[in-house]
């Protein structure tokens, strides 16, 4: 039977991998563009949507950090986000976690109290408008090394209390965890939870070390310990989530094709994966797209999907 986009909408979900400047959809970036006189490339929604032909996460992140440009205020950041919760809510998002970059955002002269202002307004206005709860997590951008993540957490310390954790994101390969450790153990130092890409482009040794040096509570894609039988035992066997981004893997051509995605082997494995949409704006769905998905090319069926869907609330930070 046919699972439907409402049949997926009606399961309660937690979306734990999503980055916020990931859903500024080229109608918003033009807007924006307009409304603080900054320039894009690309002059209408139609050519910004014809750049989204990605090879590689690097062909991709080249064009994601070019249209943050647009992001300058607070009130950007708020509209950014109220944009995405209306759409998170309408796929039956209860909870999420959300992603944002702080590092790119300072380098172009906007405050991080801005960014944060926004953000946090938005999930306010969410909260009390019945859902979906919205906190936020600060990644650092690990190919400019552990000093300047460092010196950004210093700036985060004084927005703690706002933060529900730290990860760690962008270009992978060429980029190991390992050096983040002190990075890491500072910011539990400050009550925060963490997080970190791995196993995406990046082998299963990159997974390895954010679990026992970066010592995180979950592992962002992690996708490539498919090759790694004595990691995926490991996985298993300490509950540690995946937040597998299904259409996102497609896209960046981390697989070939969504019927030869891991995400079956690894549930088989016994890991608690959950299903996410990482930048929806630029990879052709939001999350309830990413369900359906896998139901129309893995053939999973709306019990496979229901117990995704409950995956997701239990690896989510704040608990079930
Ligand atoms: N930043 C935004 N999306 C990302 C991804 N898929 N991998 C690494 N960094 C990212
Ligand atoms: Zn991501």
């Known amino acids: 039977m046919t699972v439907t986009r409402?049949?997926?909408?009606?399961?309660?979900?937690?979306?734990?991998?999503?980055?916020?400047?990931?859903?500024?959809?080229?109608?918003?970036?033009?807007?924006?563009?307009?409304?603080?006189?900054?320039?894009?490339?690309?002059?209408?929604?139609?050519?910004?949507?014809?750049?989204?032909?990605?090879?590689?996460?690097?062909?991709?992140?080249?064009?994601?950090?070019?249209?943050?440009?647009?992001?300058?205020?607070?009130?950007?950041?708020?509209?950014?986000?109220?944009?995405?919760?209306?759409?998170?809510?309408?796929?039956?998002?209860?909870?999420?976690?959300?992603f944002f970059d702080p590092q790119v955002h300072m380098a172009r002269g906007v405050p991080l109290s801005a960014v944060i202002d926004g953000l946090s307004a938005a999930a306010g206005r969410s909260a009390a408008a019945g859902g979906p709860r919205a906190e936020l997590i600060a990644c650092f951008l690990r190919d400019r090394g552990p000093d300047d993540a460092m010196r950004t957490l210093e700036s985060l310390a004084g927005h703690a209390g706002r933060l529900l954790g730290v990860g760690l994101d962008s270009a992978e390969v060429g980029y190991p965890p390992a050096g983040f450790a002190g990075v890491f153990d500072a910011a539990r130092g400050l009550g925060l939870h963490t997080v970190a890409h791995a196993g995406e482009e990046g082998p299963p040794e990159y997974v390895w070390q954010a679990l026992d040096l970066l010592g995180v509570e979950r592992v962002d894609h992690g996708i490539r310990s498919v090759e790694d039988p004595a990691l995926l035992r490991r996985l298993a066997a300490d509950g540690t989530p995946l937040t597998v981004c299904p259409l996102s893997n497609v896209r960046l051509r981390c697989v070939d094709v969504m019927a030869n995605h891991p995400l079956p082997r690894l549930l088989d494995a016994g890991v608690l994966v959950t299903v996410n949409s990482d930048d929806p704006a630029y990879f052709g769905g939001y999350v309830a797209d990413n369900y359906l998905a896998l139901a129309a090319e893995l053939d999973l069926g709306l019990t496979d999907l229901a117990a995704l869907a409950g995956n997701s609330i239990t690896a989510s930070l704040t608990g079930s």
């Open 6 to 98: 409402a049949q997926v909408a009606a399961l309660p979900k937690a979306e734990l991998h999503l980055h916020i400047e990931g859903t500024l959809e080229p109608e918003l970036a033009l807007e924006l563009s307009a409304r603080n006189g900054v320039p894009l490339r690309h002059a209408d929604a139609a050519a910004l949507r014809r750049a989204y032909a990605f090879t590689s996460l690097s062909s991709f992140l080249d064009l994601y950090y070019e249209c943050m440009a647009v992001l300058r205020t607070a009130r950007d950041f708020a509209d950014l986000a109220g944009a995405y919760l209306a759409k998170a809510r309408a796929d039956g998002v209860t909870r999420t976690e959300i």
